[in-house]
Structures are given as structure tokens and as C-alpha cells.
């Protein structure tokens, strides 16, 4: 049996023993606090001569108090889990500001605001476990698709680049000491098996030590229930369930409502525990989410009477006000079982999936 990190017996723990709860956007969070322009660049950046504002995961390192300010938000109002904020924390999504040299300061300060936040939180309720995940982003370039519509051949960025950024991404993130990895809002399957590839390299170059649950999210664009590449859920799943994940889920996009055919769908396949963090509804007119609390705990609590899920949250829209409504609503609500081991089959996928039997 390999040595893992602790924090695998400890979320499994979790995970068995109930459903687990995960934060709300920071994007919206963020855009509470009505940061300028200079409060982007804070004195680090103050000459830098690209626009920063809007980079959010920037402020990590010149508004430290705002990012940890609401990961305690979250855990107070009992997500068992935040991500850290750096969906964008790779040298590829930094480019648009011209900021690719500062991506390990990025994720190693996203890491330890979050662990700070984790352990105020079990401080104030002792015998608490508080879990940070090393939020790993879908890249702004695509590995499936040509931005060029009369060059279907054309791609804006390589295999080898994908992996490269993803690399140095998820060795800072393990270096600042997360307890998991979640590759999440994944559109291009192609983009998230390059940051599945780059994780598990490190790993075999780390040791099994190091080895923390691998987390896989994928967002669905509309009703027709595929990814922006084209894939069924029940084909992605095929594709990445090789690297055997801690789970698997779907987020974004899709309010609940409109996610539930395509959560009970991924319940019925996955061999793993199943996730789901939807958006607070669709967007209205003006880019904003209307779904209540309660509305969103509705959903939720649903999908967990149905016994689809392992672990709730909550995406673009939700706040600490969501998941307090969604961690109430779950609570005593049991989480999916595992299936029990069946006769194995080769499993393949192109757009759909294609089992032989």
C-alpha cells in the first residue's frame, strides 16, 4: 500500500461520513468589496504597465485581507472546503496582463491566505477539519478548438505549452501545501487532460507521499447537456476516469434546475464520489444571478435526496448566505454511496461515450 498524504484519509473520511460542503463564487464576492484600479496593483505593481484590474486572483498578493476575508465567510458558514483563489494562477491566463513571471507567488499566496483562514476556523470550533483545494482553471486558450473560424487546423496554444503552465501551476500549489487539487469549469477535455497528465507526472516525480485527492470538475454550456468541445457527461467521464479521481462533478453554467438530468447521469456512471456546484440560477439581462438561498438549497437538497451527490456548492452568484442555506439543507441528508464493484468494461469516447460489452 502507497504512503498518501494525510489529507486523503481525511476528506475520504468526510466524504464517507457525510456530504461534504464546498464554498461559493469569489468573483462575486470580490466584486462586493468595489476594488479600483490601484487597489489591483497595490504598491508591488503600482508601475506595472498593463491594466490589472479585474484580476482577481492578483489580489492574493495586494489585498491578501479581502481574499481571506471571505474564505472565513465560507468556513463560518460551514463549507467544509475552499478553493484558493487562483483559477487563473497559470503563466498562460497571466499573459493578458503581462504578469506570467509572478505565477508561483501567486498560488503560494493563495495557499497560505486560505490555510490561514482553515485554521481560524477550526480554532473557533475545536475538533473542526477545514480543507483548502488547489483551484486548477479551465486556461482562456483551447487545446480542441481554432479561435480562427477559417482555420479549422489552427489551435493558439501546444499540448506542451498546456502542460507546461499546468506544471508550474500545481507544484506551487503542492509546495504551499493544499490538501487536494480540483480541475474545475473544465469546457475542452483536451485542455483538462493536459493538467491531469501534468499532475500526475509530479506525483511519480514527488512520490506517493505527496499524491493529495484529485478533484475533477466540468461544465456543461446548455440544455443539449455537452461541454463547449462536444462531449455527453457520460463521454467526459470516460475520458479522464483512468487517473481514477477522488471525484467528479459538474459546475457553472447551468443553474441546478437545469443541471439535474446531467448530474443523475454522471451519478449512474461515476465509479468515484459524485460533486455538484451549480451557478445561482442562469444569468439575467444584466449578467447578475437570481436564485435565493433557499431556492438554491432547494435544488441541492434534492439532488442529495436523490442520491447523486457526495459533495454541494455553489458557483458563479452564490455567497456565504447560499452555502449556509445549501450546508443547512444537506445536513442530514446521507451522501451517495459508491457503487459496488461490477465486471469491468472497456470504455472509449469520442463525443459520446462507447462501452464493449
Not at 499566496?109 to 476556523?121: H, T, Y
Not at 505549452?161 to 490538501?179: H, K, S, W
Not at 447537456?225 to 462533478?249: C, D, E, M, N, W
Not at 459524485?274 to 439581462?285: E, K
Request: proline content about 6%; charged content about 20%.
Amino acid at each position: 500500500m502507497p504512503t498518501l498524504a494525510p489529507s486523503f484519509s481525511a476528506l475520504q473520511s468526510l466524504f464517507e461520513k457525510r456530504i461534504a460542503v464546498l464554498d461559493g463564487a469569489m468573483g462575486s464576492m470580490v466584486q462586493t468589496y468595489k476594488l479600483d484600479e490601484a487597489a489591483f496593483r497595490g504598491e508591488r505593481f503600482r508601475d506595472h504597465p498593463h491594466d490589472l484590474k479585474g484580476n482577481n486572483d492578483l489580489l492574493c498578493l495586494t489585498k491578501p485581507e479581502v481574499i481571506e476575508e471571505i474564505h472565513g465567510a465560507y468556513f463560518a458558514a460551514g463549507a467544509d472546503i475552499v478553493e484558493t483563489n487562483t483559477f487563473n494562477s497559470t503563466a498562460i491566463s497571466q499573459a493578458d496582463y503581462k504578469l506570467e513571471p509572478i505565477v508561483r507567488d501567486l498560488n503560494l499566496a493563495a495557499v497560505a491566505i486560505a490555510r490561514r483562514a482553515a485554521q481560524k476556523a477550526e480554532a473557533a470550533t475545536p475538533g473542526r477539519h477545514c480543507f483548502v483545494a488547489g483551484a486548477i482553471g479551465p486556461l482562456n486558450r483551447t487545446l480542441s478548438m481554432s479561435p480562427d473560424v477559417n482555420r479549422p487546423d489552427y489551435r493558439a496554444v501546444t499540448w506542451d505549452q498546456v502542460v507546461a503552465a499546468y506544471t508550474e501551476q500545481i507544484n506551487a500549489l503542492l509546495d504551499g501545501g493544499v490538501d487536494a487539487l480540483l480541475v474545475e469549469t473544465i469546457f475542452d477535455t483536451l485542455n483538462a487532460k493536459a493538467a491531469l497528465f501534468a499532475i500526475e507526472t509530479i506525483f511519480e516525480q514527488r512520490g506517493d507521499a505527496a499524491r493529495v485527492p484529485v478533484m475533477i470538475s466540468v461544465t456543461i454550456t446548455d440544455a443539449s447537456g455537452r461541454t463547449l468541445s462536444g462531449q455527453t457527461v457520460a463521454a467526459f467521464y470516460a475520458s479522464i476516469r483512468h487517473v481514477k479521481p477522488f471525484s467528479v462533478g459538474i459546475n457553472c453554467a447551468l443553474g441546478g434546475r437545469q443541471m439535474r438530468p446531467f448530474i443523475e447521469e454522471l451519478a449512474q456512471v461515476a465509479e468515484c464520489y459524485v460533486t455538484s456546484y451549480p451557478n445561482a440560477g442562469l444569468p439575467n439581462a444584466f449578467g447578475g444571478y437570481d436564485e435565493t438561498p433557499a431556492d438554491m438549497a432547494a435544488v441541492l437538497a434534492d439532488f442529495a435526496k436523490s442520491g447523486f451527490v457526495n459533495m454541494v456548492g455553489g458557483c458563479c452568484g452564490s455567497t456565504p448566505a447560499h452555502i449556509a442555506a445549501i450546508a443547512q439543507a444537506v445536513k442530514d441528508l446521507p451522501p451517495r454511496k459508491l457503487p459496488a464493484g461490477s465486471e469491468p468494461v472497456l470504455q472509449l469516447s469520442g463525443l459520446e461515450p462507447l462501452l464493449v460489452r
